[in-house]
């Protein structure tokens, strides 16, 4: 489907925007043994899921950085077959995934330095996304997994939304809050 880049990138700055403001009113004010607690043996702590995303952060968002700049007149953006995979993928919780190399936590991590860098990213993400109005969405950018795979930059800032708040989902569930789930 297409939609003009103002629509796109309203939509996932609204998503942003409560990804933010969960970090800030739950994980920023929980105790640090409470974001270190993982549910289950091989579950992760809300801190790891935090860090999991925030490996994703290093890797994407110079790359949508260096995009802003890439301007159109045309300003419509239809989402890619590939990029659509990618994105449901996040969007189906019911499906579990092993995390890449690289995207994998440590058992053990700092949980209010994990809280912060997400809480700076997501303000960063929102500020790239508010430039956006006049980028090219259709520029190919690579993906953090197989740098010869290549998708629209439209596509990787849904695909980084889904992704986050699947595992911001997760991070509630650690918490032992699931009804923090509608609002996301």
């Not at 890439?70 to 990618?86: A, D």
């Not at 969405?137 to 930059?153: C, D, E, G, M």
Request: net charge positive; charged share 20%.
């Amino acid at each position: 489907m297409k939609q003009s880049n103002k629509e796109v990138l309203n939509t996932l700055a609204l998503q942003v925007e409560n990804h933010l403001q969960l970090a800030i009113t739950v994980y920023q004010n929980a105790l640090e043994d409470t974001l270190a607690k993982q549910p289950a043996p091989q579950s992760w702590s809300a801190a790891q899921c935090l860090w999991h995303l925030n490996s994703y952060a290093d890797f994407y968002y110079p790359l949508i950085a260096k995009s802003v700049h890439h301007k159109t007149s045309t300003c419509i953006f239809p989402s890619g077959w590939v990029g659509n995979y990618f994105t449901g993928m996040m969007n189906n919780i019911t499906h579990k995934y092993k995390a890449f190399k690289g995207h994998t936590p440590p058992i053990s991590v700092d949980p209010y330095k994990e809280v912060a860098k997400f809480i700076d990213d997501q303000e960063k993400l929102l500020g790239y996304l508010k430039l956006m109005e006049q980028t090219d969405l259709n520029q190919r950018l690579p993906i953090s997994v197989a740098s010869f795979i290549k998708l629209k930059l439209g596509d990787v800032l849904l695909f980084v939304v889904a992704h986050n708040g699947r595992h911001l989902k997760q991070a509630n569930r650690a918490l032992q809050k699931p009804e923090l789930n509608n609002r996301l």
